[in-house]
């Protein structure tokens, strides 16, 4: 059974960091990408980032976080990580961690993110 698990949110001011994680049970990171998006109050969801499977380091970004969010995994531990720096008010969400795997949609329960300024 494929379950992402998020950690790592909470309340913090402008400027600041924060680091979620996405501990990802029932596959293995190196053959499965992995996303992280955001839903703001009134917004539709967003996809943040993305790291891809595969031996390689290849990342993508929204172009709003580029510069000030950075997307890792540790294949050991089975974790998807999303270091947020600078964080702006504009980044308050419910962050989730996406998994696409055998045909299915596997989402996690979401972490909140507040940024105040």
């Known amino acids: 059974q494929v379950q992402p698990v998020e950690s790592g949110g909470g309340s913090v001011q402008a400027g600041a960091s924060l680091r979620l994680s996405c501990l990802v049970s029932g596959i293995r990171l190196f053959l499965n990408t992995v996303s992280w998006y955001r839903q703001a109050p009134g917004k539709q969801r967003e996809l943040v980032a993305t790291i891809a499977s595969g031996s390689g380091i290849r990342t993508n970004y929204v172009d709003s976080v580029k510069g000030r969010f950075t997307i890792s995994r540790d294949i050991v531990k089975n974790t998807v990580y999303l270091q947020m720096n600078s964080l702006k008010p504009e980044d308050t969400a419910v962050y989730y961690c996406?998994?696409?795997?055998?045909?299915?949609?596997?989402w996690g329960q979401g972490t909140q993110v507040t940024v105040s300024s």
């Open positions: 996406y998994v696409f795997q055998g045909g299915d949609n596997y």
